[in-house]
């Protein structure tokens, strides 16, 4: 029992490891990525994020970290998730096909040059993929987090961070690692902005 459970493990550990060393060229984009959500952040801009699944959760852990803090505290950042309203969510799925249920919300919340990030293991999902493509027509710069490429998802976002691994769930597990480093990065790049959170523009304009 105990060795195999021990065989499990390392073979889990082993997966993630090999998946490390190419996964360290992800530094680069997620300081450009931190850096760009940070200016749309503090400007009065929203970040849209979602997934399935497990991807779900990382999508609400990312905008629980911007709308509370990671760290430091600092002023509430702008971050829906689009898993998480339960009501909208059935609402959607029921009246419209559960395909619709991220691409009509981000029809109603995203602005155009919002942010919309989408995670997903396998890149296929369709709804994920319907939700892309309101972004994009509505003017949304639509990122992806993926697993290997090539994938339909990361062929239709703007910019992609694909982690390669065969396994969902080291993707998964590095897609945390990349929530926690791309909020890392938004705090880093907020000091070095000229406009602050507490002043900024109403998305819509001026009031």
């Known amino acids: 029992m105990g060795g195999s459970q021990v065989s499990v493990l390392d073979s889990h550990l082993a997966g993630l490891a090999s998946a490390l060393v190419p996964y360290r060229q992800a530094g680069r984009k997620l300081s450009r990525w931190g850096h760009d959500l ?3 952040l503090v400007g009065g801009g929203r970040l849209l994020v979602a997934g399935n699944g497990g991807s779900a959760a990382e999508a609400q852990h990312l905008a629980a970290e911007l709308v509370g803090k990671l760290r430091d505290d600092r002023p509430a950042l702008s971050a829906i ?4 309203e339960t009501s909208s969510l059935t609402a959607i799925s029921n009246d419209f096909g559960y ?6 919300q981000v029809r109603a919340h995203g602005r155009q040059g919002d942010i919309l990030l989408l995670l997903s293991t396998s890149g296929c999902s369709t709804n994920l993929l319907a ?4 972004g994009a ?3 949304l710069r639509v990122l992806g987090m993926t697993g290997p490429t090539p994938n339909p998802l990361a062929e239709v976002c703007a910019d992609v961070l694909a982690v390669p691994s065969p396994d ?3 993707v998964q597990e590095l897609h945390l690692v990349s929530v926690h480093v791309l909020c890392e990065y938004v705090d880093l790049a907020l000091p070095s902005l000229s406009a602050s959170p507490w002043k900024a523009v109403p998305v819509g304009g001026m009031t």
């Open 38 to 40: 940070a200016r749309l």
């Open 81 to 84: 998730a689009l898993t998480a």
């Open 99 to 104: 395909d619709e249920v991220f691409a009509r």
């Open 131 to 134: 939700a892309a493509e309101a």
């Open 137 to 139: 027509q509505r003017g």
């Open 168 to 170: 969902p769930q080291v």
